[in-house]
């Protein structure tokens, strides 16, 4: 059968998925359902069930949803229908069931409502983090000017007192002016116009190891998890690194410093349909960064990537704020959150049929 009038939904961020009317044995799905494992392998749908992956309770409501629709004709929706996995996961969605008595097909479509939430916090996200950078940068370029005249101030009285009293204070003014006005480069470097060229991303990794010290430190375990399917990244490959750089090293001072077995695990993987400022992107690719360290606290998870802010006793907290700013560059986003003990920082950057002929050509 030629299913090619079909191909339109691929386009599509809903989950379309159509059945046979007799057997409800799964027919075509689209790549959004693909990616939402509406079955085990997508490349095999011949006589496969739709309820095949999904617990008892899902599968029985389904079902039941299938035949009441077939014998009205009928179409059925079911607002925030929980979807519940063999494997124990669970997601909520807006299903739509339609019988086509001319075609003898089922549509099933589902809209995710945790890709709705998904979207508009990344919208929300993306916008406050890039003004919280943009104020940063201003106050940044505010504050340079009047550190270079205080240290010069400074310079032009060491030289006119020379007790030992004038001279230990304004050594300290020159000193932390120094530090301030490094800070204040920091702030401003991702700024700069970018080198965007095609990088291997898993070289990048391995020299973030290197340059991190992690692999020096005999009581720390490295985990490395590499997707090798990922094309090139399109990007600027030094900046990207001091991106990763202080994602990793944030990592290694919590489990080193506060894990009885310390444990850094760098993992990266396709994924699929994942938004980043409100647009959804069809393929992307995701690095991992886990420790067992013991997480960012409560009190600033909601700000951990703004400058100034750190988890770190002695921490300028500029870091984070520089590697969200760099990862926006590329066209990515980057988030984190805590599960089984450990803290998870992702980054997602967008894989374009550009990346993929790069790859090839390079």
Not at 11 to 37: P, R
Not at 302 to 313: A, C, V
Request: proline residues 3%; charged residues 25%; aromatic residues 8%.
């Amino acid at each position: 059968m030629d299913f090619s009038d079909f191909q339109a939904f691929d386009n599509l961020n809903t989950e379309i998925i159509i059945l046979d009317g007799d057997s409800f044995n799964l027919v075509w799905m689209n790549e959004a359902a693909k990616a939402a494992h509406w079955t085990e392998d997508s490349t095999k749908l011949d006589g496969k069930k739709i309820s095949s992956l999904l617990d008892e309770e899902s599968e029985h409501q389904i079902n039941e949803i299938l035949q009441k629709t077939k014998k009205n004709t009928s179409s059925l929706t079911r607002r925030d229908f929980e979807i519940v996995h063999k494997d124990g996961n669970s997601r909520t969605v807006d299903l739509t069931i339609t019988f086509s008595e001319k075609n003898n097909f089922v549509f099933i479509e589902a809209v995710s409502i945790d890709n709705l939430n998904k979207i508009i916090d990344s919208t929300r996200n993306f916008s406050t983090q890039k003004i919280a950078a943009g104020l940063a940068r201003t106050l940044a370029h505010e504050v340079k000017n009047p550190l270079s005249g205080i240290k010069g101030s400074a310079q032009i009285l060491k030289s006119k007192y020379e007790d030992d009293f004038s001279k230990k204070f304004l050594k300290i003014i020159e000193e932390e002016t120094d530090r301030l006005n490094e800070i204040v480069t920091r702030i401003l470097t991702p700024a700069k116009k970018p080198t965007f060229e095609y990088f291997n991303l898993h070289e990048a990794l391995q020299r973030v190891l290197a340059l991190s010290n992690a692999e020096s430190n005999e009581n720390l375990i490295i985990e490395r998890d590499y997707d090798p399917s990922i094309p090139e990244i399109y990007g600027d490959k030094n900046l990207f690194i001091q991106a990763l750089i202080n994602i990793t090293q944030n990592a290694i001072y919590a489990c080193t410093n506060f894990a009885e077995k310390p444990c850094l695990s760098i993992q990266t993987k396709i994924s699929y349909r994942q938004p980043i400022n409100g647009t959804v992107h069809s393929t992307l690719a995701e690095i991992i960064v886990k420790d067992n360290g013991p997480g960012v606290s409560s009190e600033i998870e909601d700000q951990i990537f703004f400058p100034m802010i750190s988890g770190k006793e002695n921490g300028s907290g500029i870091g984070l704020s520089i590697s969200q700013d760099i990862v926006r560059i590329h066209g990515g986003a980057i988030s984190f959150h805590r599960k089984d003990k450990q803290t998870i920082f992702s980054i997602l950057i967008p894989i374009s049929s550009n990346n993929i002929n790069g790859a090839q050509s390079a």
